[in-house]
């Protein structure tokens, strides 16, 4: 282990928390929550969709974000496209996608002049999200310019062209995202991810931010797949702790170090350095493989887990320790997805508002069982969750009216980082 780490509620009755009396609805049917199987006509890979051409037939596919413009371009001229959905994919020509629609398919070509894909095909990785800061730093990565031009249309309230591009990239960023928990919920289940919450301002060096860190570097090394919201402070010390999860505690302490020379996420260029800096020095693996193997497809949530960030936060760095990256414009679908995978439990370390919101919202989801059960809610610093924010003494008797029953016995205050994981993890 690294060195150094370390209300009000009105009376509610057994009936009405039982729904008897109409008072509480019911959670949605399993069809409606659950994740679905692989839908078989979505293609996503240039390989995938070279397989159907050579049957002769697209008809009722829907084809993902593809470059048809690029060499070998297939020839679509006698292909049978009725019904088939192309969206977000570019062609070697205007008069390619008007010939397809004139034999029954439907296009949606990408939208001009957006620095995003209107349909991406897959997570972003943090490669993708850096790109361009050799060149021109923090201002000249591809996050950054996404969100300056973000803000240059109308942020949070957009025009109608801009609107339509960013829902349609955060559909595509939804059927990534279930795509690349696939295979890491088919071997372990959906109780295996873990959901880590926290203050962004938690400066890197700090006793939280280490104490952050190596709960991930644990909760991976348990077979869990950390996720978190994708920004600095205490998100990105968990996700960092995934990153490292195959190293030594020493080499996490030693990767902290590195960090804590750039501790504000608001110097943005020296803080974004010292992260490419630490991932640099990582990149080619411990000397000895993980002593459990990976299921095919699911090595980067060994390598750093999941975030899930926003546009809406912008200003603030990426967390580049992720293994995979779902970034989306809509902050609220981010939050909701943040939760509804985190059906193993999630700690919420110290934080002001978010965090606080983070902890209602999820309660919501637990106390109607709207993604089915949850897991265990750790808060990490019992001083803090008591006193300073007193969440605890509001959070506990709603949980115990759960219409399922007393749920109460799933709140837990820690300052152990090792007590957290066990409850985490038994």
């Not at 062609?91 to 397809?100: C, I, K, N, T």
């Given at each position: 282990m690294p060195a150094g780490l370390l209300s009000f509620s009105p009376p509610v009755s057994a009936l009405a928390a039982r729904g008897q009396d109409g008072l509480v609805p019911t959670p949605p049917p399993a069809d409606v929550i659950e994740p679905h199987a692989p839908h078989v006509n979505e293609i996503e890979t240039r390989t995938a969709f070279e397989q159907r051409l050579a049957g002769g037939t697209l008809a009722g596919l829907t084809v993902q974000g593809l470059r048809l413009d690029l060499d070998p371009v297939p020839d679509l001229r006698d292909v049978d496209v009725t019904g088939t959905l192309f969206v977000g994919?570019?062609?070697?020509?205007?008069?390619?996608?008007?010939?397809?629609?004139?034999?029954g398919a439907n296009v949606v070509p990408p939208f001009s002049g957006l620095?995003?894909?209107?349909?991406?095909?897959?997570l972003y990785t943090a490669d993708e999200l850096a790109a361009g800061f050799a060149e021109g730093g923090f201002a000249g990565m591809y996050d950054t310019r996404v969100y300056a031009h973000f803000r240059a249309h109308g942020g949070a309230l957009p025009d109608v062209r801009e609107a339509l591009g960013q829902r349609l990239h955060d559909h595509g960023v939804d059927n990534a995202l279930a795509d690349a928990t696939r295979s890491w919920l088919a071997a372990h289940g959906p109780q295996s991810v873990?959901?880590?919450?926290?203050?962004?301002?938690?400066?890197?060096?700090?006793?939280?931010?280490?104490?952050?860190?190596?709960?991930?570097?644990?909760?991976?090394?348990?077979?869990?797949?950390?996720?978190?919201?994708?920004?600095?402070?205490?998100?990105?010390?968990?996700?960092?702790?995934?990153?490292?999860?195959?190293?030594?505690?020493?080499?996490?302490?030693?990767?902290?170090?590195?960090?804590?020379?750039?501790?504000?996420?608001?110097?943005?260029?020296?803080?974004?350095?010292?992260?490419?800096?630490?991932?640099?020095?990582?990149?080619?693996?411990?000397?000895?493989?993980?002593?459990?193997?990976?299921?095919?497809?699911?090595?980067?949530?060994?390598?750093?887990?999941?975030?899930?960030?926003?546009?809406?936060?912008?200003?603030?760095?990426?967390n580049l320790f992720a293994g995979r990256i779902a970034k989306y414009?809509?902050?609220?679908?981010?939050?909701?997805?943040?939760?509804?995978?985190?059906?193993?439990?999630?700690?919420?370390?110290?934080?002001?508002?978010?965090?606080?919101?983070?902890?209602?919202?999820?309660?919501?989801?637990?106390?109607?069982?709207?993604?089915g059960a949850s897991g265990a809610y750790v808060f990490l610093d019992r001083t803090y969750w008591t006193t300073e924010l007193p969440v605890e003494s509001l959070l506990r008797p709603l949980f115990a009216a759960s219409p399922f029953g007393d749920l109460s016995h799933t709140i837990h205050l820690t300052d152990d980082v090792r007590d957290a994981v066990r409850v985490l993890v038994q």
């Open positions: 994919c570019r062609f070697a020509g205007r008069e390619v996608g008007a010939d397809l629609v004139r034999r620095p995003y894909p209107t349909q991406p095909s897959h873990v959901g880590v919450m926290g203050g962004h301002a938690v400066p890197r060096g700090s006793v939280a931010y280490r104490m952050a860190a190596v709960l991930g570097w644990e909760l991976a090394r348990a077979d869990r797949l950390v996720v978190t919201g994708g920004g600095p402070g205490v998100m990105e010390a968990a996700n960092l702790g995934a990153f490292l999860a195959a190293w030594p505690a020493e080499e996490l302490s030693a990767a902290i170090d590195v960090l804590a020379v750039a501790p504000d996420f608001t110097d943005h260029d020296r803080y974004t350095a010292a992260a490419l800096a630490v991932r640099k020095r990582y990149a080619d693996g411990p000397a000895l493989p993980s002593p459990r193997p990976s299921a095919p497809g699911t090595g980067w949530a060994r390598s750093g887990g999941l975030a899930i960030p926003t546009w809406l936060y912008g200003h603030e760095p990426a414009f809509s902050n609220a679908i981010r939050e909701d997805t943040i939760l509804r995978l985190a059906r193993g439990g999630i700690v919420f370390a110290p934080g002001k508002a978010g965090t606080v919101q983070e902890v209602f919202q999820a309660a919501t989801k637990t106390f109607y069982g709207t993604d």
